[in-house]
């Protein structure tokens, strides 16, 4: 059974570009919530989809968007980069109807912007 | 607002001995409470979860944390320390399907370094 997978590993960039990072959820998993890691910090919510809707979403800028297709799988969009959006962009997937909401991570992303 | 506090960003031990790492929460409903460990270059593996049914909590690698209502704390804690324990640690709390909010809010996390 295949977990969370996450696709590019590493990311550089630059200044103003957009990036796009993908998430494939664990088999059986409905919801996938995204979340930025910066360098010695606690991963931060970004936002969640569920139904291939945003359905909730945490203190961060319309820079940042996402997508969830059919089969549950999800994309995190960012755009016009910041230096301050270099971090470790984390997938976690979840079946929404299990009352204890229980997630699971991907490896990561590590995007870098120079 | 929910939100967690892990005192100590940085904790070490000697290889044998106990660990302690520790989580206070804050949360407006009855929390759902979870320890991640992360390793270098890695995503957060799930060590253990409160869900509101036994306090005492026993997880995978030989952790065990205890849900305090009283003292709203959640600590981690394994009766001997191992070099592969080396790692970053993050407590987490959700208010799960009760208020619908499904995200988890993270504390800063903890390093432990573990002396041979």
């Known amino acids: 059974d295949a977990g969370v997978t996450q696709s590019p590993t590493h990311l550089i960039k630059t200044r103003g570009q957009q990036v796009t990072l993908r998430c494939s959820p664990k088999s059986g998993h409905d919801t996938v919530s995204w979340y930025q890691q910066a360098l010695g910090q606690g991963p931060q919510f970004i936002f969640q989809y569920y139904e291939e809707e945003e359905r909730q979403r945490g203190n961060f800028p319309d820079r940042f968007s996402g997508h969830q297709f059919p089969n549950y799988s999800s994309e995190l969009n960012v755009n016009a980069l910041l230096l301050g959006d270099s971090a470790l962009y984390l997938c976690?997937?979840?079946?929404?109807?299990?009352?204890?909401?229980?997630?699971?991570f991907g490896p990561g992303t590590r995007l870098t912007v120079t | 607002a929910q939100s967690v506090t892990q005192l100590g960003s940085h904790v070490s031990v000697s290889e044998g001995a106990l660990v302690l790492l520790r989580c206070n929460y804050s949360?407006?409903?009855?929390?759902?409470l979870f320890w991640y460990v992360q390793y270098p270059n890695q995503g957060l593996q799930l060590l253990l979860k409160?869900?509101?049914?036994?306090?005492l909590v026993k997880g995978i690698n030989g952790f065990e944390a205890e849900f305090k209502k009283s003292e709203t704390s959640f600590h981690l804690t394994k009766p001997s320390a191992h070099m592969s324990d080396a790692a970053e640690y993050f407590c987490a709390v959700s208010e799960g399907r009760t208020s619908g909010t499904y995200k988890y809010i993270f504390g800063t996390g903890t390093r432990l370094k573990v002396l041979a």
């Open positions: 409160y869900t509101s049914a036994a306090t």
């Open positions: 949360s407006s409903v009855p929390p759902y």
């Open positions: 976690a997937s979840s079946y929404r109807d299990r009352e204890t909401y229980e997630q699971y």
